[in-house]
């Protein structure tokens, strides 16, 4: 209920047309309207320009394509992650320009594009195993409406490959860092910039790497300050963190 | 080496002033002012107003005082972090308008204060226990020039609690959220504003909290998209890059 | 041994109808009966309706069917769960009313089914992924007597999905709870109801949930008084202990 | 706000003696209120007879004193866990019929006591070590208005202890079993009757027992089916549960 | 080199048929033999009868074969554990006497059997999905000379089924007792004799039973005096080490 | 109740001596009883010398001088272990002949001793510091009748420490072998020899041994058939199960 | 930017061949080549025969062979690891001469070798299914141009086995010991010899071995002075490590 | 035995100066000293200045003392470590030029000292707390005949730190690299040169950092070639085996 639709309803009430039982009824019935903030979640949404995200892992493709439907009717842009080759086809199938994204294991329905705010968003990563997460990340801050400069392979065995890109570096809003097995790059680049840096933790790697622990535990132990993280391969909450901040500090 | 700097320097150079083998080594002898961001990071500080830190643990007294006032001689704003009261006894002798923080075990020297940006950054915690940590974000985020809004004692067992604040919140540039047993406040505030969500666990708890683990996954696996992490117990952290986010997007 | 069958015994010793080294024997070679618990345990599983339940996984589909077949024999309603597609077939053969709950991976034989308690069991679960550990109780319940309401898709992260049903909420005498990822519902529910709340964590989630640790942890350090914890993805575990509670407040 | 004050509320608008803005503001100032279950919440504690419970860890002397002295005024019982002498000597000072459980690290203030309900809840405990976290248990199902029987040490090493007192564990509506070490007390009490267990791990144990993790995990796992676990060392929580479950099935 | 051999060498020496270059050289090169264990190793092998264990797992059924072919050329009876359906078939081509275990995936070649000792050695599994395990201790212990009782699916959750296999548990020299989820059964059984009991840890379990890690710390701590354990679903550890308790307290 | 006191408990009932209600009553009553494990086992320790054994951590004095006074009386050898110098001088008021072995932080009062057994227990250990669990273990099979040869000192580092002990090693019929940080002398040793070694992982170390995980999870891979595992310093378990199995072995 | 290149580049400027902006450009845009060490280390790797090393795992073989020729062109020596055999007969069909070692999942380029130094790395390993590893680490060390000695199946169960090895333990410069399990194996080596001893642990094992960490805690522990360790499974950096070493000692 | 103690024997027993029997005893009765590696061990820690290590945790300093004065005796330098005052007081009322390392916790006694060998040995820690880790390793490192250069505070937090030692680092023949919290520092270092670095995690931070496994997890997964790993806080760990690697390359 928005306050619109509740000074009406006093009104109708003071008006008498309706009763007491019926007015105290809707308040009482509607505790979610009454607070409010399920429907400015989507209209924010809508406004702007932060769409709804489908997680596909553990839905079948005719869930995801239904879920899609519904959210392209409201003319969102869509997104979906975690998706196989699988539902990719079927999205495919009912929506003629989505975009499958293969490394990142996405699809995207965008049709027109939001209008990209100024800012950028630099994705790092640390190996080229590392990119299906960067990119991720990468398509998820692109879809929300943003500008994303992509600096793949700079880890810190060999430092000259980050120090070589310093100028883009210091050029971004907000940095994602993504890194598998010691996960040392976010504590190098916070190091070097003064801007928010995300660290994702990435699975790269075999042994003591415990699917990404050992990056996840380097990443929250960082001596870098400002250095925040997501949970291990989640490169699509990097990305989706990174449009919020972005949005704070570019409004289109 | 500035830039100017090295202009000069090649002038003289051209000019005979200085030979090969001097304009030769100074290039060569500091490697780092040549890539220029250790100049450029402290200038930054100075402009943006984002103060040195001093971790205090593990640090004797006499080097924290040391360092501080080798800050202060700069007009820096000072603050320390995990002091015991032995630090902030040796602090205050030196300088008397230091302010002891003692529930964030923080001490600041900041005189005259920075000026405030007009952006609000949230600092929310779901116990009592929580203040603590909570409170070092607090000063940390303050001492950097921000204001802050502490909404304490808001868990997740009594929602009440949580959603009477819920204008308060959705005001907030950037919400810190710091909660320890089950970590689930982060979560259910990501659920409620479209701002960047930085959780803390802290080591609240026994048993099978594990010393602040059981908070830390719950938050790194938080359902609320949005949510960054930082290490257990570190309001520091969190303050910090909260700091930097609210600088992006309120220009003082 | 009942109480009777033993003063039985003992009279017809003392009429000499039997000997001592036979009353002796057969006090000492039945020492469970003596005991008296396995038959109480029988006898009260006819008695109260709860049935027998056999544990599919690791067991041949002959294995299965064979015990399906004894207990069958003796007019009890059978739960089989954690079973595969191959399982159900070779009990639908045998039983042709036999159900078989595809996504609670369980088979019923229950006709006619038990009469159904008063009091209602809520189950809820925070996301679509966690339904099949859901519909585990769900199934398990019922067959043990029991009304039961699914509250499916209601998590943390969209607050008013849950508090639009707390009606609902509210009515049950027991509430059994699912959760992956952070675990973060039960505690939300806990602070609703003053009802016992059994919290059942799954191992949907990736990277730091570490198959469920995380929100089993989550749920263990409960802020919420009254959650109690099984076993990760254990739905049955929960609808048993659920149907056993309803047992005690809800004679038939 | 209560059904009746907001009933009020609307008649004073109706009647023209509260403005339009004043009655919008009062629903929509007070979400909670409108939501209604922090109240309702309130009323059923009173109404029932479960006390707010004060949680003594981490908080000092005096902000235990004035939480406990708000409850007492109205005429709730208390209970205060988790606490040093410190506080029991601060509470005692000011209430002079509080009790202090030592064993228990419990204070008590409950003048006149609840009304018992009729069913019985059970403590069962399996080494002396583990006394206090039953206790904890005892004192919390006690206060709570229930008849609490105790069965200390009766650890499976020495079966017939338990087995001599199954009369007794019979009789109960609800089992709270704690133990340490490999905690299997648990599983064999889950065998021998057909009412709720609700398993506590404590930390009593050495080496690999972790802390009570060995106790845990062997609780989670019971081959015992309707064992619910709670966190290692929480009596209170056990206890909490009990007494649901007893006032569900025992109506004062 | 046995003490006989040193003899002889040092007698050759002193009579001048070898010289002191190839006496010294003698006695240095060959290290291993001056110290004698390997050989009596090899010796007290065949004089007793414990056989070579050939581990399967990890080796090609030719190498299997090979080694098998080598230790049967010497008259000893030959256990080959950890074996996939393709070494046991290749085994059978090569030796037609040679008997495929296929519960404790194991393949034995013993004609004629070594003769039994007369302690009995008892093998209980907690249940049906304990048994590969148990089975395994179970054919190590038999094809070492020992004779074997089997009390299998003999758990706690059902007690008596355990109390009625009482006499046969009294009667056994050392008893191997298998069990996963909680592992509780060796306690138990610890509790009712005062022979060694040897605690085998199975991975049957799932969530938090964390593959084998849930018994095995149970079995650690158990509170049962006298009970050791093997590593996780190491039947033939367990079956070894029985044989040798039972070697020591029953000569052939 | 013996077999004989059941027979007379039948006489007397035949004879009308005592009720049909009180012979019922006395078979009920005492369900352990009639199990007749409790009583033998008592019995069993008297007749083979395996005394009771009080748990000394988390018992007040008082309650261990209690109980070793029950003991006493009953002319049984008392073994306390764990204790702190506050029980032994507790004890040692009491009983004036008690023993207060220091560095294995046991109390012993045996008077006279116990007739010691021909077979012999060796205890080894790898390091200094794991003196006082080795001992622990020696004092524990002393106590219980056994010949103890000690072996310190002898760890895998220096391996010649244990091969100059190569014959000692080979007279035993039982090895404890106790270690901390890599926990490696178990392997070796169970490679020298024929004989049941369980093995002691001790707290020592540093970092990485996580408190004696390290040499626990060694101990449990080791490749030398016949190792068995006792809980991290658990000397008295493993000083128990040896003399459990020399028992078997060494009739007195 | 060589020394040499920095002067020619100082000079031109002095004699006006170029300009401020472009002479303070050149230092500046090549931040790396100022600091010289991506340089030098691509040129030590020429000089000292240190190869690019190529990390199979995650590449397609279509990127492996791309790097591979780039390396290939500039007659560096090849090494490409973790290769499944896709990998290997793309590599062959490009590089006729090209070795493929399947047991280490390797194939190396190196026509002519590089010339072999003078001391001794050598691969010892504990058992048969630890071959892989070490050969891993063998073909590295060979490629660098080291003479390897392979000393496998020599774990310390069976002493002898390695006692046998003795004088070729003792020669080598380096050594590096695989072993998975209890990992004990370097312990041992440690204590014979004065030289550096890396060790590999690799994930050989069942049940508490964890894939490794039982043997790589027992090696971070090991009692031996001078072990270092590296990653579970991790041949080629030990084989890496040694050649850096040996290249210390040994120059060609 | 020397062969020359053997010959001398061989050549008494030939002239019938010893019996058959007490020549064969010599051989049997000394296998290790038949063995020669303890013998040799002992030698070649005098000639080669390899002291022997007396760790000092829990040694009484008494026990310490006696130890160092046998050193002592033999002309040995003597390295004490992991000691507290009290042994530090001990020691140097017995040995007046006895050298307390208070930061390192070790005391050294070494008059004269070693002659120091031509090759430098790096210990580069990151934070100043990492300090008493890396003066261990330096001490250590020290004694054993060695020149220590110190890099203390370059953590990769302020890349400029370590950059501005890039010489320094460059000359080293062996780099020991300490760092706590995430451990990122060798990974740097290793891409900086081309020689072995030995990785120490300290136990520095809190949270996440468990104590040093963040930074042990790390170092193993390391994305740098040639780092090898020692346990946490093993400072003298790796400075033993940096001078083991520095004895082969740099003969004195």
Same mark, same amino acid.
Request: proline share 6%; glycine share 10%.
């Given at each position: 209920?928005?306050?619109?639709?509740?000074?009406?309803?006093?009104?109708?009430?003071?008006?008498?047309?309706?009763?007491?039982?019926?007015?105290?009824?809707?308040?009482? *019935?509607?505790?979610?309207?009454?607070?409010?903030?399920?429907?400015?979640?989507?209209?924010?949404?809508?406004?702007?320009?932060?769409?709804?995200?489908?997680?596909?892992?553990?839905?079948?493709?005719?869930?995801?394509?239904?879920?899609?439907?519904?959210?392209?009717?409201?003319?969102?842009?869509?997104?979906?992650?975690?998706?196989?080759?699988?539902?990719?086809?079927? $999205?495919?199938?009912?929506?003629?320009?989505?975009?499958?994204?293969?490394?990142?294991?996405?699809?995207? $329905?965008?049709?027109?594009?939001?209008?990209?705010?100024?800012?950028? $968003?630099?994705?790092?990563?640390?190996?080229? *195993?590392?990119?299906?997460?960067?990119?991720?990340?990468?398509?998820?801050?692109?879809?929300?409406?943003?500008?994303?400069?992509?600096?793949?392979?700079?880890?810190?065995?060999?430092?000259?490959?980050?120090?070589?890109?310093?100028?883009?570096?210091?050029?971004?809003?907000?940095?994602?860092?993504?890194?598998?097995?010691?996960?040392?790059?976010?504590?190098?680049?916070?190091?070097?910039?003064?801007?928010?840096?995300?660290?994702?933790?990435? *699975?790269?790697?075999?042994?003591?790497?415990?699917?990404?622990?050992?990056?996840?535990?380097?990443?929250?132990?960082?001596?870098? *300050?400002?250095?925040?993280?997501?949970?291990?391969?989640?490169?699509?909450?990097?990305?989706?963190?990174?449009?919020?901040?972005?949005?704070?500090?570019?409004?289109?």
């Amino acid at each position: 209920m928005t306050t619109d639709q509740a000074a009406q309803l006093l009104k109708q009430f003071r008006a008498g047309a309706i009763s007491l039982e019926h007015t105290l009824g809707a308040f009482q *019935s509607a505790p979610v309207a009454e607070l409010g903030f399920a429907a400015v979640d989507t209209h924010r949404a809508l406004r702007k320009g932060f769409p709804e995200v489908i997680f596909g892992a553990g839905k079948t493709p005719e869930q995801v394509v239904r879920i899609a439907t519904k959210l392209a009717e409201q003319k969102q842009p869509v997104l979906v992650t975690r998706i196989t080759p699988l539902h990719a086809r079927a $999205i495919r199938r009912k929506f003629k320009h989505a975009v499958h994204h293969v490394e990142a294991r996405c699809v995207t $329905i965008a049709k027109p594009p939001l209008p990209k705010r100024p800012g950028i $968003i630099a994705i790092l990563c640390a190996g080229t *195993s590392d990119i299906p997460v960067a990119e991720e990340a990468a398509i998820t801050a692109d879809i929300m409406g943003n500008r994303v400069e992509r600096l793949f392979d700079v880890g810190v065995a060999g430092l000259h490959r980050l120090l070589n890109r310093f100028a883009q570096i210091q050029q971004a809003n907000v940095l994602v860092v993504v890194a598998g097995m010691e996960g040392a790059l976010p504590s190098v680049v916070a190091g070097l910039v003064a801007k928010p840096v995300i660290a994702v933790p990435t *699975s790269i790697g075999y042994g003591a790497s415990f699917g990404g622990i050992a990056a996840l535990l380097g990443m929250l132990n960082s001596c870098g *300050s400002g250095v925040t993280v997501v949970n291990i391969d989640n490169g699509f909450g990097a990305g989706y963190a990174a449009a919020q901040i972005n949005a704070l500090c570019s409004p289109p």
